[in-house]
C-alpha cells in the first residue's frame, strides 16, 4: 500500500491451490518456511466473480464501464474427475512448448492423453461446461518489457472493500460487472484486514487512472445502496505467475522431493 494501514505489513501476496486430500495450511507452511514469512494468512475464496485476461485492451476502458448487469457469482466447489478427464484436464493445462506453437496444437495433446481428437474436445467441453476449464492466455507475464521493449502493465491495484454480512453476493455482483476487472472475489479477510470481503485486481499503466476506476466503482456501491464500512488499496510490484498444480500424482512426487531438498 502507499501508506500504513491495516493489513499492510503483509507484502507477499499470492494465490495457491492444492489437489484434493491435501492441505492448504501445511503447503502454506511450507512455503512459509522456503521464503523465510514470519506469518502467513490464509483467505479461500468463497465465491468467483470475474477471473479473466485482456490486460492490453482494459487500456482503453473508461472509468465506470461496466455491463448491462450484475456479474453472476461461481461458488467454489470440490468436484470429482474420472480417470479420462484427468489425463484431458493435465493435457490442457501444461504450457506449450514454443515448438508446440503450431496449427492444431491440440492433435498432440489428444494423442498424449489417449484418445481421439473427438474425444478431447468433447472431454474439454465438458470440463468448461462444469467450470473447472478457468481461463486461456498467452500472456501470464504482468510487470515485464516483452521483446519489444513495451511493459504491458506497470501497476497492480488490489481493492478491497468490507460490506454488511448478507450482502456480500450482492456487493460482489456490482463490483464485478466492471469491464476493468480481471478477478474479484469473496474473500473473508478477517481483523487484520478490517473484515474486508470483497476483492478485486486491475491492472494498468496509469495509477491515477486505477484509482479513477476505484473511485468509480465505490459510487456505483453507494448507488446501489451497499454500505461499505471500509475500503483500501494494495498496489503490487513484481509479479510472476505459475499456474498452480492440481494433479495429485505430481503434487506428491513434488512434496517427496520437498522433503529432501
Not at 473511485?215 to 513484481?238: E, K
Amino acid at each position: 500500500t502507499d501508506t500504513i494501514s491495516t493489513g499492510s505489513d503483509y507484502k507477499l501476496w499470492t494465490t495457491v491451490k492444492v489437489p484434493r486430500g491435501f492441505s492448504l495450511e501445511a503447503h502454506c507452511e511450507l512455503l512459509a518456511k522456503k521464503v523465510g514469512a514470519e506469518r502467513f494468512r490464509l483467505m479461500p475464496a468463497k465465491g468467483i466473480f470475474t477471473l479473466g485476461v485482456g490486460h492490453v485492451r482494459r487500456k482503453t476502458i473508461e472509468p465506470g464501464s461496466k455491463a448491462d448487469k450484475p456479474a453472476r457469482m461461481n461458488p467454489v466447489q470440490m468436484v470429482n474427475l474420472n480417470e479420462g478427464e484427468w489425463d484431458v484436464l493435465l493435457a490442457l493445462k501444461r504450457e506449450f512448448a514454443p515448438e508446440e506453437i503450431r496449427p492444431s496444437p491440440w492433435v498432440a495433446r489428444a494423442k498424449e492423453a489417449g484418445v481421439s481428437g473427438e474425444q478431447f474436445f468433447r472431454i474439454a467441453e465438458e470440463l468448461n461446461a462444469r467450470k473447472i476449464i478457468g481461463r486461456f492466455s498467452t500472456f501470464l507475464e504482468h510487470v515485464k518489457p516483452s521483446a519489444g521493449g513495451v511493459r504491458v502493465t506497470r501497476f497492480n491495484a488490489l481493492f478491497h472493500w468490507a460490506v454488511p454480512h448478507g450482502r456480500e453476493i450482492e456487493a460482489g455482483g456490482e463490483v464485478g460487472r466492471h469491464h476493468i476487472l480481471t478477478h474479484c472475489y469473496w474473500r473473508e479477510a478477517g481483523p487484520e484486514f478490517k473484515n474486508v470481503n470483497i476483492m478485486a485486481v486491475a491492472h494498468g499503466t496509469d495509477k491515477q487512472l486505477l484509482l479513477d476506476h476505484k473511485a468509480a466503482i465505490d459510487r456505483h456501491l453507494r448507488a446501489c445502496s451497499i454500505p461499505v464500512s471500509y475500503t483500501n488499496v494494495f498496489w503490487g510490484g513484481r509479479s510472476e505467475i505459475k499456474p498452480s498444480e492440481i494433479s495429485p500424482h505430481i503434487y506428491r512426487d513434488w512434496l517427496a522431493h520437498q522433503s529432501k531438498s
